[in-house]
């Protein structure tokens, strides 16, 4: 865990009551790729399941409460603001999406976001590469049917050309992913585990990655 110094701790509580000009927060800018590690032995395999269309079916409707959990999908908006709380109310400060994700002009996410937790209720969830997906690949979990996230997953167009494979290790591995469970003080965390969460998506893909009805 990457100790945060009371002072910078002091700035962001600052910058958040809006005592302190955005413009002269400066830290260190951080590496936002992403970046796609290879996949691991295990998800190398060829799928090994059986094709299994109702077994598939109800794997994927055990992992939705995730997706639907504002741990995730509060980063996974339907509009270009987003979400805060287990209410999911709109972000504070008037942060937006922004052309890359990263936020809009001086509210850029990583100013306040910092690599690891920050200690005390309502204080900002850290993350090396915390920031929400671009305007033109929005993956939006919000309001989403079972059938239509299925959909969406699975659609290269709209997961950025994804296979399968890489989804899978998206959610076994992504480090924003991994930080749904353990989201900072006073947080929810979602309805599964991370390792049975991963476990049902990778059931519902070797099953055959069928779309509830
Ligand atoms: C800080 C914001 C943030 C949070 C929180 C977050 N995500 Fe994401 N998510 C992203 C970004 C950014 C991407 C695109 C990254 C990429 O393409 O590798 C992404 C991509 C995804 C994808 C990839 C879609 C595909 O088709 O490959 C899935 C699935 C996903 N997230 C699931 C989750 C789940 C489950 C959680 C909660 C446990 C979660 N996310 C929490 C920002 C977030
Ligand atoms: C001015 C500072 C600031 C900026 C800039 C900022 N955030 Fe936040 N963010 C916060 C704080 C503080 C919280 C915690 C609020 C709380 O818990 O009441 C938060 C919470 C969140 C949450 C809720 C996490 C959860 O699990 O419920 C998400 C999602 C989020 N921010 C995404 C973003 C994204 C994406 C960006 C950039 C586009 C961004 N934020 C920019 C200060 C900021």
């Known amino acids: ?45 060829a799928p090994s399941a059986p094709h299994d269309d109702a077994g598939s079916r109800a794997a994927f409707l055990a992992a939705y409460p995730v997706f639907m959990h504002p741990r995730c999908m509060n980063c996974h908006p339907t509009g270009n603001v987003p979400l805060q709380g287990d209410d999911s ?62 959909r969406q997953l699975k659609d290269p167009q709209q997961n950025g050309g994804k296979t399968l494979e890489q989804l899978l290790h998206h959610v076994t591995e992504d480090k924003l992913v991994l930080g749904g469970w353990d989201p900072g003080d006073g947080r929810t965390k979602p309805p599964l585990r991370h390792a049975e969460f991963a476990a049902m998506m990778r059931e519902w893909i070797e099953k055959g990655a069928a779309i509830p009805e």
């Open 89 to 150: 109310h709109p972000h504070a400060q008037n942060v937006q999406r922004g052309p890359d994700g990263k936020g809009l002009y001086a509210l850029k996410c990583a100013n306040c976001h910092q690599s690891a937790n920050l200690p005390g209720l309502n204080m900002p969830p850290g993350n090396p590469n915390w920031h929400m997906l671009p305007p033109t690949m929005k993956m939006v979990f919000h309001g989403k049917t079972p059938a239509e996230l299925a």
């Open 1 to 45: 865990m990457a100790k945060v110094s009371s002072d910078t701790r002091q700035r962001i509580v600052a910058a958040i009551k809006g005592t302190l000009a955005l413009g002269t927060l400066v830290f260190a800018t951080q590496a936002c790729q992403t970046k796609h590690a290879a996949p691991t032995a295990a998800e190398k395999q």
